[in-house]
C-alpha cells in the first residue's frame, strides 16, 4: 500500500543525518587544535577561576573533583560552591582542600536564590566570590585532564570570543541505564553538537564544560536573568552571540560520569534532554522524531512493507557503523560494549519525544518544575 511508503521518510531522513553528522565529527575532530587558536594563545594565561557547582553526593565526585586541583597551569583558582549547610558532599569539599594546599581552594556555601535554576543560583554565587578575569564553569561530574585549562582558555585570546567550549563523552557505565545514557550522549547528543557548530544551523553552548570573561559576562547583564530558564546555556550562548560575539569549540573531549540508579532515573532525564531541545529550539525539536530511523524501519517492516527486513538490516547498519565512528572520534571505549542496546534506546526515543513533547512539567535534583517558553517555576 502506498501509506507504507510514507514510513520510509523518517527513514531515509534519519538515516542521511547520522551519515551527514558522522561527516561532520571526523570534520571537525580530525581538525588540528592548532588551527582553532593563533600561535601567541600559548602564552595568554589569564588569573581564572574554575567554578564548580556542587550538589549532594554522586558517583565519583572525589575523583572527578579533585582534577580540578591538579591543573597544568600557573594561575588559577577553585571554587567548589554548594547551596545547603548540610550537604554531605562538604566532607569532600573539605578533605579536597586539606589534600591540595598547593592550588588556592574556596568553598563557598551560599542558600540565596536568584531564580528557579538551581545551578545557576550556586554558579551566581559562586561567582561573587571569584577573582579571576575568566570563569571556567566545569560540572561536578567532569573528570578534567591536566591540560584542560589552558586549552579551553586558549581561544578567548581572540577579543572577538565570547565563550569557548570543549566536548564531552559520557563514561564508566556501571549498569545498563547508564550504558543507555552514554549512548544518549556520545552517539546522539554530542554528534548533533557538532553538527550545529560544523553547519552553523544552531546555537551550541554546553552549560557543562565552559569559559567566559569576566568583561563579556558583564556585558551581557551577568548570570542572574539566566537563572529564570530551564536552558539556561542556549540563552548565555544567545546573548553573547547578540552582543556580537562568537562562541569557539575546541576539538578536544572531555569525560563524564553518569549515575542512574532505575530506569525511571533514566526515562526523566530523557525527558528532561528533550525538553531542554523543545525549549531551545522548538520548531527544531517537533521535527526530530523524523531522524529517528530504526522504529519507523521495524514499523515498516511489520506493517508488510516491500523488503521491509532489508530495510531493517540496512537502516541498522548505518546505525552502529555511524555510532561506531562517532564514539571511535570521541575516543569512546565503553560505548562498543553497549552497541547491542541501540536498537532499543531508539524505540524509546520515539517515547522520549512524545513525552518531552507533551509534558509541561520538568524535574531536576528532586525538584518539580512548570515549563512555560523556556522560563521555569518551581512547584511548591
Request: hydrophobic share 45%.
Amino acid at each position: 500500500m502506498t501509506w507504507q511508503y510514507i514510513l520510509l521518510i523518517p527513514v531515509i531522513i534519519g538515516s542521511v543525518f547520522c551519515l551527514v553528522t558522522t561527516i561532520c565529527m571526523a570534520f571537525f575532530i580530525t581538525r588540528k587544535q592548532n588551527s582553532f587558536e593563533p600561535k601567541k594563545s600559548r602564552d595568554y594565561l589569564p588569573f581564572v577561576s574554575l567554578i564548580k557547582p556542587v550538589y549532594g553526593l554522586e558517583k565519583d565526585l572525589y575523583v572527578n573533583l579533585a582534577t580540578a586541583c591538579k591543573q597544568d597551569y600557573p594561575d588559577y583558582e577553585v571554587i567548589y560552591g554548594v547551596q545547603r549547610r548540610d550537604d554531605p558532599a562538604l566532607r569532600i569539599l573539605e578533605k579536597i582542600q586539606r589534600e591540595h594546599p598547593q592550588t588556592d581552594v574556596q568553598i563557598v556555601i551560599d542558600e540565596n536564590a536568584v531564580g528557579p535554576n538551581g545551578k545557576v543560583s550556586n554558579i551566581y554565587n559562586i561567582s561573587q566570590r571569584a577573582k579571576g578575569d575568566v570563569f571556567v564553569i566545569s560540572d561536578s561530574d567532569m573528570f578534567l585532564r591536566p591540560d584542560y585549562l589552558r586549552t579551553i582558555v586558549a581561544p578567548l585570546v581572540d577579543e572577538k570570543v565570547g565563550i569557548s567550549c570543549t566536548l564531552y563523552k559520557a563514561w564508566k557505565p556501571k549498569n545498563t541505564v547508564e550504558a543507555l545514557e552514554l549512548l544518549s550522549f556520545n552517539v546522539d547528543f554530542i554528534p548533533s553538537i557538532v553538527f550545529a557548530v560544523v553547519t552553523n544551523t544552531s546555537i551550541a553552548c554546553p552549560g557543562q564544560t565552559h569559559a567566559i570573561c569576566r568583561r563579556v559576562l558583564n556585558k551581557i547583564g551577568g548570570l542572574a536573568p539566566l537563572s529564570h530558564y530551564l536552558v539556561e546555556d542556549y540563552e548565555l550562548g544567545r546573548r553573547v552571540v547578540e552582543a556580537g560575539y562568537r562562541i569557539r569549540f575546541v576539538p578536544y573531549v572531555v569525560d563524564m560520569g553518569v549515575e542512574l540508579k532505575t530506569f525511571q532515573d533514566w526515562w526523566r532525564h530523557q525527558v528532561y534532554w528533550d525538553q531542554n531541545t523543545r525549549s531551545a529550539n522548538p520548531s527544531g525539536f517537533f521535527f526530530t522524531f523524523l531522524i529517528r530511523a530504526l522504529p519507523f524501519a521495524l514499523l515498516y517492516a511489520l506493517l508488510g512493507g516491500p523488503y521491509g527486513w532489508a530495510v531493517i538490516v540496512a537502516t541498522t547498519s548505518v546505525r552502529i557503523v555511524t555510532a561506531v565512528a562517532n564514539s571511535t572520534f570521541l575516543g569512546d571505549k565503553d560505548g562498543a560494549k553497549n552497541f547491542w542496546l541501540l536498537p532499543f534506546r531508539d524505540i524509546l526515543a520515539v517515547f522520549v519525544w512524545l513525552a518531552s513533547f507533551l509534558k509541561r512539567q520538568t524535574y531536576w535534583r528532586d525538584k518539580t518544575f512548570v515549563l512555560e517558553k523556556g522560563k521555569l517555576t518551581e512547584v511548591k
